[in-house]
């Protein structure tokens, strides 16, 4: 049982390049959450899903787009990175509202 | 605006000492909140979590103590180990769709 896979681990991007960060889960969780942690910031939510087809926004959602097409993959695009994007990036699941989130191990993602 | 204050940044005990680390809130409709342990490379992982209608919960050597007049929990870890030094993020969530994390406690234990 995997749980929570996030991929890539690492990524250097260059100022004004795109990419997209992987997530699925194999628990058949409805929802999904896609966090970014800065030093002494805690955890920030830039986007969740409720189920498939569905999304809305967090905190900070300004710079990035989300979809849900199935139950599993909840992927992450950055069009147009800048340096504030400079984080690490953790996607996470939890069964329904009212319960602990199960997280991946993270993407640590560099813009320079 | 920091919905979940976490206090302190840092905490360093001795192995068998109890660590006791402290989060405040503000919003009385948070009905839900856990404590997280995370270790460096890894995600944070979910240790223990309470809900408003009791004051404390034991799960182990881990322990939550819940105030709901004072709007504070905090996390009392016992008999703390050298692999209890982590990161420990507390949170709350008003009916679980968007949980408020605190700032994060790094936690060494010395041997």
């Known amino acids: 049982n995997a749980g929570v896979t996030q991929t890539p681990k690492f990524r250097i991007l260059k100022i004004g390049q795109s990419m997209t960060l992987q997530c699925t889960q194999d628990m058949n969780h409805n929802y999904m959450y896609w966090y970014r942690q800065d030093p002494g910031m805690g955890l920030k939510l830039i986007y969740y899903?409720?189920?498939?087809?569905?999304?809305d926004k967090g905190e900070v959602p300004n710079g990035y787009n989300v979809s849900r097409s199935t139950t599993e993959d909840f992927p992450l695009r950055l069009e147009l990175a800048a340096p504030s994007q400079t984080s690490v990036y953790f996607c996470?699941?939890?069964?329904?509202?009212?319960?602990?989130?199960?997280f991946g191990s993270g993407t640590r993602l560099t813009v320079v | 605006q920091q919905q979940v204050k976490q206090s302190p940044q840092s905490l360093i005990v001795q192995k068998g000492g109890i660590p006791i680390i402290n989060c405040a809130y503000e919003?009385?409709?948070?009905?839900?909140f856990p404590w997280y342990q995370q270790f460096p490379g890894k995600g944070p992982a979910l240790l223990i979590a309470i809900r408003p209608d009791v004051s404390e919960k034991k799960e182990g050597r881990f322990t939550i103590s819940f105030n709901k007049s004072a709007k504070q929990f905090s996390l009392h870890i016992m008999d703390s180990q050298p692999g209890d030094s982590a990161t420990y993020f507390c949170a709350a969530s008003n009916h679980g769709n968007q949980f408020y994390f605190g700032t994060g406690t790094s936690l060494t234990v010395i041997p």
């Open positions: 996470a699941s939890s069964r329904s509202e009212g319960y602990g989130y199960t």
């Open positions: 919003n009385t409709a948070f009905d839900y």
């Open positions: 899903s409720v189920g498939a087809g569905i999304t």
